[in-house]
């Protein structure tokens, strides 16, 4: 999906989203749910978080752990130690 297309789904997107995400709790994991997962609708090859930050505005700064666990520990979420 290209950025005028998934602008073009805001609306739906969002109604969509809304009841999804509302059992997450806090308002900031139900935002970065919904920037996570127009992440995972735009083009591009890789779906892990940096690159889908990159490739949408404003979410150059998601917090890691936020976005894939919600808990603080990316460990959890499947990430590794460099």
Do not use: N
Not at 13 to 21: I, M, Q, R, S, Y
Not at 28 to 46: I, N, P, S
């Amino acid at each position: 999906m290209t950025p005028k297309q998934l602008t073009g789904v805001q609306g739906r997107l969002g109604e969509f989203l809304e009841d999804l995400v509302e059992p997450i709790g806090r308002s900031e994991r139900r935002h970065w749910a919904g920037v996570y997962v127009q992440g995972v609708l735009l083009d591009g090859e890789r779906k892990s978080v940096q690159p889908m930050a990159a490739r949408l505005a404003g979410a150059e700064s998601i917090p890691e752990s936020k976005s894939v666990g919600g808990d603080g520990d990316s460990t959890a979420a499947g990430a590794t130690a460099e």
